[in-house]
């Protein structure tokens, strides 16, 4: 029986997305905390062994901090009797002047570092329980599919493949480089027991076969939503294959829309209906709030949609809900929120909403309705000159139409 952990992409001192740098400290931390869970996890499970498919650490950020973290992290499984298979990607490349391979490694981690197929036998109780194929990648852009290089399996011992690859097929693709691109079928025809992969950060198996992207251990941006860790997986005697998906990250993003705000019509009605949306997406995820990063997208008509551009005013919405929820994140996004009537609507036909709309929006082709407007006692004292009071006017028009057409509309009865 073969027993292994299979991470891949975590990333180690990578830059995670946020405006805020307390929170991107907190992102560092939870990473350095999801990776010791691996290392328990594969103390407390026995595991033969700990399976790395690249992108343990982006190369140019790594500090000497997390160098010592590794070497201690990977010292414990030593201590355990655990071996550590890490095949490199291209963010953590192995050619001689990368830091993969110039960090002394313990000698139970052996780095698949390079373009050169290795085969690797497995052995516990001085037998051999399971044999290892791999390729790394030894430069940063890796663009050839070394995956047809790697032998077929001749023999009754379960093979796993490992490697930092590009499936084309895959989900998530879209969003990566192609680097060490292979085919599904390239895979299959190896006739491993099963392939650790990495690259893709979204975990998926492919093809249903025993062909699996873990997905990264912890998401860095909010679009890396959901639960983030690796697979424990278990080869027996007879070449059965068990994946189980661990979770090892307590930090999730995730994204919720919001539509439906038509009727809303002051800060306090947001508020209340936007927060009764986001527990009833809380309740029916179980999510731990406090460990949750959300991102809001508000959909739709809104009434309250000019407010809505203004950073200030996000920004108290977000502290506010923030802080009633305790919310470890909360960041909205109402760039696709539309005005509460369709101005393009109303300008179809002869009547006084369209003519007002038309003048609204024409009014800096309009010289006489400027020179009447020019001639208006305005509050402001401080304009000097035509051109500031020009200026000043044009500015106070900006997006009127919106609020003229909210005006003369009304609500519907």
Wanted: charged content about 30%; proline content about 2%.
């Amino acid at each position: 029986m073969f027993k292994f952990i299979h991470i891949a992409d975590v990333h180690l001192d990578t830059h995670f997305y946020s405006r805020d740098p307390e929170l991107r400290n907190k992102l560092r931390d939870s990473l350095r905390e999801a990776f010791n869970r691996v290392i328990d996890t594969c103390i407390d499970e026995k595991v033969q062994g700990l399976l790395i498919a690249g992108d343990l650490f982006d190369n140019d950020k790594l500090s000497f901090q997390t160098e010592v973290f590794l070497i201690n992290a990977f010292t414990r499984l030593k201590e355990n009797n655990i071996k550590v298979y890490y095949a490199t990607g291209n963010h953590d490349p192995g050619d001689k002047n990368y830091r993969a391979n110039l960090i002394n490694w313990p000698d139970n981690v052996h780095l698949f570092n390079d373009d050169s197929v290795q085969e690797l036998e497995v052995k516990h109780n001085h037998q051999i329980v399971a044999k290892i194929v791999s390729v790394g990648h030894k430069s940063k852009k890796e663009a050839r599919n070394l995956i047809k290089d790697l032998p077929a399996k001749n023999t009754e011992i379960p093979v796993v493949g490992l490697a930092h690859a590009m499936v084309t097929t895959a989900s998530g693709v879209d969003g990566h480089d192609s680097y060490l691109p292979c085919t599904a079928e390239d895979l299959i025809s190896k006739h491993y027991n099963y392939w650790a992969l990495g690259h893709i950060h979204q975990a998926q198996q492919v093809a249903n076969e025993s062909i699996y992207y873990c997905g990264n251990l912890q998401g860095r941006n909010p679009k890396e939503t959901g639960e983030k860790g690796g697979y424990i997986v278990t080869i027996d005697d007879y070449g059965n294959v068990e994946v189980k998906f661990r979770r090892f990250s307590n930090i999730q993003w995730n994204t919720l829309e919001i539509s439906e705000m038509e009727s809303i019509k002051n800060y306090q009605e947001l508020k209340d209906y936007i927060i009764v949306k986001i527990e009833a997406f809380l309740n029916s995820k179980e999510f731990d709030a406090n460990q949750l990063i959300l991102r809001l997208q508000l959909e739709g008509r809104c009434f309250l949609k000019k407010s809505m551009e203004i950073d200030e005013d996000i920004k108290q919405l977000e502290e506010d809900i923030k802080l009633h929820l305790n919310l470890l994140s909360l960041e909205i996004k109402a760039n696709n929120l539309l005005p509460l009537v369709n101005s393009r609507e109303c300008l179809e036909g002869n009547h006084v909403l369209s003519r007002t709309v038309d003048l609204i929006l024409n009014i800096k082709d309009n010289q006489e309705l400027i020179d009447k407007l020019l001639e208006i006692k305005l509050c402001n004292k401080k304009l000097d000159g035509k051109n500031a009071r020009l200026k000043y006017i044009l500015e106070l028009v900006e997006g009127l139409e919106e609020e003229a057409l909210n005006r003369m509309v009304g609500e519907e009865k």
